[in-house]
T-cell receptor, first 115, second 115 residues
Framework: SAVISQKPSRDICQRGTSLTIQCQVD?????MFWYRQQPGQSLTLIAT?????????ESGFVIDKFPISRPNLTFSTLTVSNMSPEDSSIYLC????????????FGPGTRLTVT | AQTVTQSQPEMSVQEAETVTLSCTYD???????LFWYKQPPSRQMILVIR??????QNATENRFSVNFQKAAKSFSLKISDSQLGDTAMYFC????????????FGSGTQLTVLP
């Protein structure tokens, strides 16, 4: 398993501003994932971040709105840009276990409220 | 594309009783993995159990077991001797075997264990 931390754990932001969420893993991993969980909803994948390459975004998510950095094998950031109240969600990062178990381990999430 | 359906938005069970959560999925793939994740009020996503599609034997982890019916594309979770700490949102998830494949989540079932 992997231990994942996220910062901040929660934040309240003004509309029009940006917030950068950090994700730190205690071991080197190839792929990191960023999810959004809107209130009372399931998880939706925003993008997959590989070290050393551009993130791959899912349909409905664009790099200008959710830029991602992946500078090394243990760290990634997700920025939520030009925020609106519709961006109020929990944002989670996850990593996949090495090998073929395909188990994903999740960070504790960042609860974002946009006013 | 894969879809995962959880038809029970909410369920409750008395402490020490047994409860079964339902999950169905749709895929044309033959090699895949199925997971149940638990998200308590702390919002930390926790892997409960995993099932490889090529294995006929149902996975078991302590009080948690699955009933995997590949032909029916059904993957239910049975929780025995329910405990108050089992109160959480439970998500069924699906992943195709192979690299660079995403995890697809169901909509979730909120389970409440009653004292």
């Amino acid at each position: 398993s992997a231990v994942i931390s996220q910062k901040p754990s929660r934040d309240i932001c003004q509309r029009g501003t940006s917030l950068t969420i950090q994700c730190q893993v205690d071991s080197q991993v190839t792929m990191m994932f960023w999810y959004r969980q809107q209130p009372g909803q399931s998880l939706t994948l925003i993008a997959t971040a590989n070290q050393g390459s551009e993130a791959t975004y899912e349909s409905g998510f664009v790099i200008d709105k959710f830029p991602i950095s992946r500078p090394n094998l243990t760290f990634s950031t997700l920025t939520v840009s030009n925020m609106s109240p519709e961006d109020s969600s929990i944002y989670l990062c996850s990593v996949e276990a090495s090998g073929t178990s395909y188990e994903q381990y999740f960070g504790p999430g960042t609860r974002l409220t946009v006013t | 594309a894969q879809t995962v359906t959880q038809s029970q938005p909410e369920m409750s069970v008395q402490e020490a009783e047994t409860v079964t959560l339902s999950c169905t999925y749709d895929t044309s793939e033959s090699n895949y993995y199925l997971f149940w994740y638990k998200q308590p009020p702390s919002r930390q996503m926790i892997l409960v159990i995993r099932q490889e599609a090529y294995k006929q034997q149902n996975a078991t982890e302590n009080r948690f077991s699955v009933n995997f019916q590949k032909a029916a594309k059904s993957f239910s979770l049975k929780i025995s001797d329910s405990q108050l700490g089992d109160t959480a949102m439970y998500f069924c998830a699906f992943r195709v075997s192979g690299s660079a494949r995403q995890l697809t989540f169901g909509s979730g079932t909120q389970l409440t264990v009653l004292p």
